[in-house]
């Protein structure tokens, strides 16, 4: 893995470094078997166009997950997450696939965030940051919050 | 119903527990899912050196399948048919917020319990109406020890 961060690393307004994501039909596949949430409206484009969502569209859960993956990968191994929240404001809709492994040119989603507050609760150095994903438009389609807690360097 | 007796029947109700084991290959599936690189997740040789001594799940992976079956748990159906009845047909997903108190191993049996935290209607500055709600489960893991929180956010709002 890479470096560990250490709570010192951090200063308000430190961005996390930003992960790509490119959402797939094969991939909101993969996810509705893995978490076993199997809402058509994920798969089915008429399912999904007759609730007005236009076509199958990614989940929001799915998107909850890759900021996960956004703040854990941030923290490293020795750091801990310890709240996250996200609110889904505007619907993603994944790239078809031109091959059996390559999704179709198209949209790239970017997870993002930065650090809004730095303190020392309980004896655990805490990090409080804003994340979000957004769309290939720069749009936040999901944005959130999440606190966590980072080795500091005037421990053992 | 009316929204009131929506609040009065469902507010406090607490669903059935359910019991999910947190399966090694269930977590390396959900990480392959995410395209989540993170060896914590599938590499156990990794893992045993880690401070978490063997392969831990994703922040958020509570065992599979993540809701049971069909889709969502009969607590919030049946909350769900209650709205609308009372007028508030169309749900939106408020967002979740999860907190994490203890992580996660593979092997791990998680008991969670889905309550219902409150429903409340409220009349926005423009003057529609919309429920909020919360269903707040919380999962325990065979030590006793409870491991996470995630707090699910509804938005019901008006319509034929």
């Known amino acids: 893995m890479a470096k560990q961060l250490y709570w010192e690393d951090v200063a308000d307004g430190s961005e996390l470094t930003p992960i790509p994501k490119i959402a797939t039909t094969q991939m909101l596949v993969k996810w509705a078997g893995a978490s076993g949430d199997l809402n058509p409206a994920h798969y089915e484009d008429t399912f999904a166009a007759a609730q007005g969502l236009n076509r199958a569209f990614v989940q929001g859960q799915l998107k909850r997950a890759w900021l996960v993956q956004l703040v854990t990968t941030w923290i490293g191994d020795e750091g801990t997450l310890k709240k996250l929240s996200c609110q889904f404001r505007a619907v993603d809709w994944p790239r078809f696939m031109a091959?059996?492994?390559?999704?179709?040119?198209?949209?790239?989603?970017?997870?993002?965030?930065?650090?809004?507050?730095?303190?020392?609760?309980d004896d655990e150095h805490l990090i409080d940051c804003d994340i979000w994903v957004e769309n290939g438009k720069g749009e936040k389609t999901t944005p959130g919050k999440a606190t966590v807690a980072l080795p500091s360097r005037g421990k053992s | 119903m009316e929204a009131e007796e929506v609040k009065q029947k469902f507010a406090g109700m607490v669903g059935e527990p359910i019991v999910n084991v947190v399966e090694k290959g269930s977590i390396k599936?959900?990480?392959?899912?995410?395209?989540?690189?993170?060896?914590?997740?599938?590499?156990?040789?990794?893992?045993?050196?880690?401070?978490?001594?063997?392969?831990?799940?994703?922040?958020?992976?509570?065992?599979?399948?993540?809701?049971?079956?069909?889709?969502?748990?009969k607590l919030m159906l049946d909350l769900l048919n209650g709205l609308?009845?009372?007028?508030?047909?169309?749900?939106?997903?408020?967002?979740?917020?999860?907190?994490?108190?203890?992580?996660?191993?593979?092997?791990?049996?998680?008991?969670?319990?889905?309550?219902?935290?409150?429903?409340?209607?409220?009349?926005?500055?423009?003057?529609?109406?919309?429920?909020?709600?919360?269903?707040?489960?919380?999962?325990?893991?065979?030590?006793?020890?409870?491991?996470?929180?995630?707090?699910?956010?509804?938005?019901?709002?008006?319509?034929?």
Not at chain 2, 44 to 68: C, L, M, N
Not at chain 2, 130 to 143: A, H, P, S
């Open chain 1, 99 to 121: 091959s059996l492994t390559d999704p179709k040119e198209g949209e790239t989603w970017w997870c993002k965030g930065n650090a809004t507050k730095k303190y020392v609760q």
């Open chain 2, 29 to 73: 599936r959900y990480a392959y899912a995410v395209e989540d690189p993170n060896p914590l997740y599938y590499d156990e040789e990794y893992a045993a050196r880690s401070r978490y001594g063997t392969v831990i799940a994703p922040p958020g992976f509570f065992g599979w399948p993540a809701k049971p079956g069909p889709m969502l748990p």
């Open chain 2, 84 to 160: 609308k009845e009372a007028g508030y047909p169309n749900l939106l997903d408020g967002g979740i917020e999860l907190e994490f108190m203890v992580p996660i191993r593979a092997g791990d049996v998680l008991v969670s319990s889905p309550k219902i935290m409150d429903v409340n209607e409220r009349t926005t500055k423009a003057g529609t109406k919309m429920v909020f709600g919360t269903i707040e489960t919380t999962y325990i893991n065979q030590n006793g020890d409870t491991v996470a929180k995630a707090r699910q956010n509804l938005i019901c709002l008006p319509g034929a």
